[in-house]
């Protein structure tokens, strides 16, 4: 049993993937607080199900691309056997984690798009150092920039960790908080080698629809 707050189909707003048709499949519970978190509502809500129902639901719709998000999935190791499961059924699968647990026992077929908590983001110092051994093209390290002082916390954590050589390193700026033409230009005067990531589905759909 998983305990999953939505199953829904959607554009993908954010990482790689962006743009494709794809089944979110979140699940509920997330033991950080982020100053910026616009799903609150999967703290608690949500109902059990079992895995095959899930794949069940999944295999409803016309795509091959399934995104585990939350909440935090890996606070659930029913997430686990479930991403193993749709990698087998040749599903394209990635894994939106909060970056301070380990994601060692993550299958490998699994893109995952690890969160670093800045310090605006009211959880900072949660990021699991042992993530950085998963720092490869196939990783995808994630920043959301609320502040100046975030950039430059960012900067400094990709390059000590040589995140610029071995992986994508996305920034994206806080919905509403921050002006993505300001985080576009800070990127470019600074040199950085991260990527602007706007988050798609927040330009697509209005705040009544799917995917907001």
């Not at 390290?141 to 390193?169: G, P, R, T, Y």
């Not at 991260?194 to 009544?208: E, G």
Request: aromatic share 10%.
């Amino acid at each position: 049993m998983i305990k999953i707050n939505e199953i829904f189909f959607s554009i993908q707003g954010e990482s790689s993937y962006v743009g494709y048709p794809t089944v979110f499949v979140r699940t509920s519970g997330c033991h950080l607080r982020c100053t910026y978190c616009d799903t609150t509502y999967a703290y608690h809500q949500g109902s059990n199900m079992e895995l095959d129902d899930v794949v069940k639901n999944i295999k409803q719709h016309a795509t091959k691309y399934v995104c585990l998000t939350g909440g935090e999935p890996l606070l659930q190791k029913e997430t686990l056997p479930l991403m193993s499961q749709l990698c087998d059924d040749g599903y394209i699968v990635s894994l939106e984690t909060s970056g301070d647990i380990d994601c060692k026992e993550v299958d490998r077929r699994v893109k995952k798009i690890i969160d670093v908590k800045t310090p605006d983001s009211g959880e900072p110092n949660k990021f699991a150092t042992a993530n950085l051994e998963f720092a490869n093209k196939e990783t995808e390290f994630k920043f959301v920039i609320c502040s100046e002082k975030d950039f430059e916390w960012a900067e400094n954590f990709a390059q000590k960790n040589n995140l610029f050589e071995k992986s994508n390193v996305l920034y994206s700026p806080s919905f509403s908080v921050i002006d993505e033409n300001w985080l576009a230009k800070k990127i470019l005067s600074a040199g950085s080698q991260a990527r602007l990531q706007l988050q798609l589905h927040k330009y697509i759909w209005s705040p009544t629809e799917r995917g907001v």
